[in-house]
């Protein structure tokens, strides 16, 4: 009797070692590791927390990539400075979180091929004096800091330009528009005209700028030489040509995408 439960008792053991060996589980004798996904969950329609889940377009997005290249995924909000600190560690295996693709990243980071086409823009009052980005010039102007509207805002009006606050995520900034401590907040166009349509109440207009700002295209970003780029490029273009894209697209924008230009 005594031995029958020492002999269970060491399976039992074996057991709960092996369930925790490693965070991988396994289907068809295939490994099947799970990629710990980090965002910045403040940046609607993309990522955003809505009754404490993470969603956005962004998340199921990534969800479906990371699925059809055969991984388990989990989505983790930690910030957007920390996105950076993480890949770069390597204690995170993928970030998404509308990153746009830049020379200066890709010398730390890699990312996988684009997934959407974006730009910046301006947030103003309604009825405000700036009608194009150079209007911009000498007026309080706020952004999430580390952003490609920070290097823009700064490439156009001096690095020492004490006229632009950077706050560590773009709803931050938003409110200091609110509250009237800056003239403007300069964001990605989606984020932007999103919080315009869903927030009528604070009388807010955007302003578009072909001249000044740019094409800019995200990437999920991954760590410098991961070896899962192979693997998520491939299922990056998957997902975008056997229509999930569209699908995914549709349900969050409200129109077709043209997906065209992600492949030009
Ligand atoms: N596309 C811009 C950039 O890469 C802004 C991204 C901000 N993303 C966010 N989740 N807050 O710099």
Not at 50 to 58: A, L, N, R, S, Y
């Amino acid at each position: 009797m005594k031995k029958l439960k020492l002999v269970s008792t060491v399976l039992m053991v074996a057991f709960l070692l092996l369930l925790s060996a490693c965070g991988t589980s396994k289907s068809g004798g295939e490994e099947k590791k799970t990629l710990r996904v980090v965002t910045d969950a403040a940046y609607a329609p993309f990522e955003y927390q809505d009754k404490g889940e993470i969603v956005g377009f962004d998340i199921d997005f990534v969800k479906a990539v990371i699925k059809e290249a055969g991984y388990g995924v989990k989505v983790e909000h930690v910030g957007w400075d920390p996105i950076f600190v993480e890949i770069e560690g390597k204690t995170a295996d993928v970030a998404v979180s509308s990153i746009t693709i830049t020379p200066e990243r890709q010398e730390s980071y890699d990312f996988t091929v684009p997934y959407f086409l974006s730009k910046n823009e301006i947030l103003v009052p309604k009825g405000s004096t700036i009608k194009s980005a150079k209007d911009l010039d000498g007026k309080k102007i706020a952004v999430q800091n580390g952003t490609t509207a920070q290097t823009i805002v700064e490439n156009l009006y001096g690095k020492n330009n004490d006229k632009l606050k950077k706050f560590e995520n773009n709803n931050l900034a938003i409110l200091e528009l609110k509250n009237g401590g800056v003239d403007a907040v300069v964001a990605d166009n989606t984020v932007v005209e999103t919080y315009v349509k869903n927030n009528p109440k604070d009388n807010f207009e955007f302003i578009e700028d072909d001249t000044a700002f740019e094409k800019e295209f995200y990437g999920l970003l991954l760590p410098k030489g991961s070896k899962l780029k192979a693997d998520l490029d491939k299922a990056v273009k998957k997902v975008i040509d056997n229509g999930t894209y569209a699908k995914l697209y549709k349900k969050w924008f409200d129109v077709e995408p043209d997906v065209q230009i992600l492949k030009d």
